[in-house]
């Protein structure tokens, strides 16, 4: 039993009222009994129907019991092994497990809800309606916080219904825990002998324990995996004797975190020099992996005085937008750069990626694209060649070593320079700001007051709504306009989530409603500009936020289509010289439209619209913020241009 | 039509604007062009106002001059398609749009409403515009 283990789970209260097996059948056969009896007991019932029962028999009741024997007064397993197995989630931190529920986990599940002082808390059980929504949960949570949220599957048919997420995960690269039920006695075709084979090309790394110790070693082995670079999702499959056993005074072993390392010292020392020696430094910041990696990298920027770019308006764990030395800096000719998960001329680090695992994971020979060693010269996911000194080594590792030399080797006067030029940067880092974002508004006000409602005028209205709240805009924006790029401020490591991954629909609902699974303890709101075509996949999701009370604003970038797929057609017809007439055939949904509020509605969460007319757009999405702010998550149906 | 040809090629190339004064006249039916603009997929990528991923509006674009540019525009648009998916703008040969509803479309080009109020005159424009003053705070 480990140190944190909880002891409360016996639930023998002997003020409490025991109701065993036996008592409930003893019960309900004395009910049918009653009911029986009732007709004569109470002569004047008006209802003939009650008059033609008589009591059952013996055998009838058997029958409606389901001739169920009586268990022995004892219980049979005092210490199952999925109390141990949630014990483990515990001590790794795991907050929360997404799940459609499935007989080949059922006694993790019944873990989850009993075990513990309060039950189902770290992690508590997320009711999914789809296994594509669980994984995307999880992807929204890990990309988020940084670290892994759990998805749990049923057998056979949770894992392929889960596979376009992990997928989605595996191209993202988003560190998340998978566990599969396998019932090898149950029903013959949720089971098979290598569970994980179905999803291990686009894996990180897979066990099928066979023992419940070793299966708590695989639990703490996938949470290290998933967190260490190659980060990515992992999956335990793990079997039903295992988690029912009895586990008598087993011990969950203490878990260790993972130990990711970073560059050495003396390569650490050489680029801190430089940083130092540089008049005018540049730290170019990509996708780091954890907020403690963006913290870290805001002090080394600080430390050396460098002006900074960041990738935060594309994506999670970048350097703050706002702060004040990123930007174009007082003086754009740099005389040396650091590119930290970004390009430099100079040197950069890149930690390796899941493409690195494709010669391990691959062992059907799949070959997906984007993974390939092959991979053709030209089109989206090309490989390209980087500039400079590229090191591969993960660069969140690495940063507190050079800092840390940075600091050690800084001379007063270095010091004194930095400082002036800090507050040069800053300076001409927020006329650039203001320069940028005033042209952006000169863009985006575009048929302001046009109907349907422009994209643009979406993402503005929602600015001065949630600029002074804690929020994570948590889906793709990129089929609707990307706006928030220009007009919003990135500040947070989790400011944008970024895109699907694999660019698969289906994905951003359910990721925003892990990121609002992040977000509901910590006193944030989630922003979902939902896409109508991907909503439309696992609209589900709209009753799991309701159910948990996420704070989730969805408004609907409703353009009645599968836009990019109908421009695509568009112009197919139009170079064959066939008209562009038809090309709405198979690429937009209308006759008839879908009515999103009643879809929330049906739901459970409370909506609004269709709004056309965009003078009511403001007012719906202040309505909107102040449900999600109170813990209702809203929904608002607009109907908009199509991008 | 060699001559003219070119000038689309170049109309489209250069940045060439054009101004209101230098329009040609309208003979078309906008009402008619309207529901050719949303029937034949126009709205896709200009919006169903003239604002889209390639404005109509306000961009002074010689290829709006008259309505034999843009008719000549429209049939010389690439007809051979590459491999790959393209959102580029398609090609309308006369026997999908002929002269007649190439001239309803343009003249409901001609008739969209400019929509582009003073950022001051917007409250939602001016908070964005002013929120860049605010201090950062991590």
Redesign the interface.
């Known amino acids: 039993m480990s140190n944190s283990e909880d002891k409360s789970n016996d639930k023998s209260n002997p003020e409490s009222p025991k109701v065993g097996r036996r008592g409930f059948l003893k019960g309900a056969a004395a009910g049918a009994a009653a009911i029986a009896v009732t007709p004569a007991a109470n002569a004047q019932s008006p209802s003939s129907y009650e008059t033609t029962l008589s009591a059952p028999t013996y055998q009838q009741i058997e029958r409606d019991t389901g001739m169920i024997t009586a268990p022995s007064p004892d219980r049979s397993v005092l210490r199952p092994g999925s109390d141990l197995i949630v014990q483990a989630l515990k001590d790794m931190g795991i907050e929360f497990v997404a799940s459609n529920n499935g007989s080949s986990f059922e006694g993790i599940q019944e873990s989850i809800a009993n075990y513990g002082s309060p039950p189902n808390y770290m992690p508590e059980f997320i009711t999914c309606l789809h296994e594509e929504t669980s994984v995307d949960m999880a992807n929204g949570y890990g990309k988020a916080e940084g670290k892994p949220m759990c998805a749990m599957l049923h057998g056979t048919i949770g894992i392929q219904h889960a596979a376009m997420a992990i997928y989605q995960a595996f191209y993202s690269g988003t560190p998340m825990l998978l566990i599969a039920g396998r019932d090898d006695g149950f029903i013959q075709a949720h089971t098979a002998n290598d569970m994980a084979a179905m999803v291990r090309p686009f894996t990180k790394w897979d066990a099928q324990p066979k023992t419940l110790p070793e299966c708590l070693d695989a639990l703490h082995e996938a949470y290290r995996q998933a967190m260490t670079p190659p980060t990515g999702p992992v999956l335990v499959v793990i079997d039903m004797e295992i988690q029912k056993e009895e586990a008598r005074d087993m011990v969950v072993p203490a878990f260790q975190p993972p130990v990711i390392d970073g560059i050495d010292v003396a390569t650490a020392r050489d680029i801190a020099q430089s940083l130092l020696d540089a008049n005018n430094p540049r730290i170019n910041v990509g996708q780091l992996r954890t907020p403690e990696g963006v913290a870290a990298a805001?002090k080394l920027a600080e430390v050396v005085g460098a002006s900074t770019s960041t990738s935060a308006t594309q994506g999670p764990m970048s350097f703050?937008q706002?702060?004040?030395l990123c930007g174009p800096g007082a003086d754009t000719n740099n005389d040396f750069v650091l590119g930290l998960e970004s390009e430099s001329p100079n040197i950069s680090l890149f930690r390796p990626t899941v493409e690195s695992l494709t010669q391990s994971r691959d062992d059907m020979g799949v070959g997906f694209g984007g993974m390939r060693t092959n991979v053709p010269a030209s089109?989206r996911g090309a490989p390209r060649q980087r500039p400079g000194t590229v090191m591969s080594i993960d660069a969140e590792g690495s940063i507190p070593v050079i800092t840390g030399e940075a600091m050690r080797l800084i001379s007063a006067n270095q010091k004194s320079k930095i400082e002036a030029r800090k507050a040069n940067h800053a300076s001409a880092n927020q006329s650039a700001?203001?320069a940028a974002?005033?042209e952006a508004?000169?863009e985006k006000?575009?048929?302001?007051?046009?109907s349907?409602v422009?994209t643009a005028r979406i993402y503005?209205?929602l600015?001065?709504l949630i600029?002074d709240e804690d929020w994570c805009l948590a889906s793709p924006s990129n089929f609707s306009g990307g706006h928030h790029r220009q007009?919003w401020?990135h500040?947070k490591p989790y400011s944008y989530l970024g895109g699907q991954g694999a660019a698969g629909m289906g994905y951003g609902a359910g990721a925003c409603g892990g990121a609002a699974l992040a977000a509901r303890g910590r006193n944030r709101m989630v922003v979902n500009v939902q896409t109508d075509g991907d909503m439309n996949y696992t609209p589900g999701v709209l009753w799991s936020a309701a159910h948990h009370q996420l704070p989730m604003l969805t408004v609907m970038h409703n353009n009645r289509a599968w836009?990019?797929e109908?421009?695509?057609i568009?112009?197919?017809?139009?170079?064959?010289?066939?008209?562009?007439?038809r090309?709405?055939i198979g690429t937009t949904l209308r006759d008839p439209f879908i009515d999103y509020a009643k879809m929330a509605e049906a739901y459970g969460m409370a909506g609004e619209g269709p709004i056309e007319d965009p003078t009511l757009l403001?007012a719906a999405l202040k309505r909107g913020v102040e449900s999600v702010k109170n813990g209702e998550p809203y929904m608002i149906d607009v109907v908009t241009?199509?991008? | 039509m060699k001559n003219l040809t070119l000038f689309v090629i170049l109309a489209f190339l250069l940045p060439v604007t054009v101004s209101a004064q230098q329009m040609g006249p309208v003979t078309g039916d906008a009402e008619n062009g309207a529901l050719l603009f949303y029937?034949?997929?126009c709205?896709?990528?200009h919006?169903?106002?003239?604002?889209?991923?390639q404005?109509l509006?306000?961009t002074g674009s010689a290829i709006l001059t008259n309505e034999v540019i843009f008719r000549a525009y429209l049939r010389g648009?690439?007809?051979?398609?590459p491999l790959?998916?393209?959102?580029?703008?398609?090609?309308?040969?006369a026997?999908?749009?002929n002269d007649e509803l190439v001239s309803n479309i343009y003249a409901y080009i001609r008739s969209m409403?400019e929509?582009?109020?003073e950022?001051d005159e917007?409250a939602?424009?001016r908070?964005?515009?002013e929120?860049?003053?605010e201090p950062?705070?991590?």
């Open positions: 805001v703050p706002r702060h004040p089109g700001y203001v974002l005033k508004v000169a006000k575009k048929g302001w007051d046009l349907p422009s503005a209205e600015w001065p600029k007009l401020s500040n836009h990019q109908l421009m695509f568009q112009y197919l017809a139009g170079v064959r010289g066939r008209g562009t007439d090309a709405h403001a241009q199509p991008r | 029937q034949h997929g709205y896709g990528c919006g169903y106002s003239g604002y889209g991923r404005d509006n306000n648009r690439q007809n051979v398609a790959l998916p393209s959102t580029a703008m398609p090609n309308y040969p026997n999908v749009l409403p929509n582009l109020p950022s917007v939602t424009l908070a964005i515009l929120s860049a003053q950062y705070t991590p």
